[in-house]
């Protein structure tokens, strides 16, 4: 087993490395794409376990191996749910990679995150917070068992204080509206790895949404902070070429 791996497709516009640490993943978002690439139900992808032999392989994999771009943690789960507080695997995959592998970004719904300031601060690595909506209702209907949103932005703010690079991925947007409050809500924050706008795919919800108009209010944030806008996003317009280029090589 290769702990670290190369993602394709749409999972490749965050970062040109990866490694899932969990199997599963308990904030029940009902927009999540995971189970279904997994092969899983969603109540399988609830109960979470952490990868089987996970630790070794990475150990492994680093004797022999330094990736030399980012590796993101993580795609098909959280690195900091709940679990993370009894099983530490993200941090112990974080003390294994410490001052060996030059870039890693960690993208989570949590708060516990802030645990690991001291070793993401001391080499220089990143942390994301997901942020499809903002408010309360929104949250507890779409995902139930994530922290909220305004305690994620509240962590990306001590991040910064603690002088470690943030980023935001708002991916997939729910609603304009949402869209709108959470970029209201974050633009006193550095942002130094910028935002990531990306669409709701596979679900008759999302055809509801003005894609144009989404496209639109990602561009003029463009104009503020750094923007990526996903490939799916762009074909519903013309976006500066600025805001297609990826900040994780």
Request: proline letters at 5%; a neutral charge; hydrophobic letters at 40%.
């Amino acid at each position: 087993m290769q702990a670290i791996y190369e993602p394709k497709g749409a999972a490749r516009e965050y970062a040109p490395y990866a490694m899932n640490l969990y199997r599963g993943c308990s904030h029940g978002c009902i927009y999540c794409y995971a189970p279904a690439c997994l092969r899983m139900t969603r109540r399988e992808f609830s109960s979470v376990t952490p990868r089987g032999g996970i630790l070794e392989a990475l150990e492994k994999q680093l004797s022999k191996w330094i990736p030399p771009k980012t590796v993101l943690l993580c795609f098909t789960c959280d690195p900091y749910q709940d679990c993370e507080q009894e099983f530490r695997i993200t941090r112990q995959a974080l003390e294994l990679m410490d001052g060996k592998v030059p870039s890693v970004a960690v993208l989570t719904k949590g708060t516990l995150v802030s645990r690991d300031f001291d070793i993401i601060a001391k080499n220089n690595w990143t942390i994301g917070a997901t942020l499809s909506c903002f408010s309360e209702e929104m949250a507890l209907e779409f995902e139930p068992h994530a922290a909220f949103p305004v305690n994620r932005i509240a962590m990306l703010r001590d991040a910064e204080k603690n002088g470690i690079k943030t980023f935001v991925s708002i991916e997939p947007v729910i609603s304009v509206d949402e869209m709108n409050m959470v970029l209201e809500n974050i633009s006193d924050l550095k942002l130094e790895n910028g935002v990531r706008i990306g669409k709701w795919n596979h679900d008759k919800e999302a055809n509801m949404i003005d894609w144009k108009s989404v496209l639109q209010i990602a561009v003029k944030f463009g104009n503020t902070k750094k923007v990526y806008i996903k490939n799916e996003l762009a074909k519903y317009g013309d976006p500066p070429q600025e805001l297609r280029k990826m900040f994780f090589e």
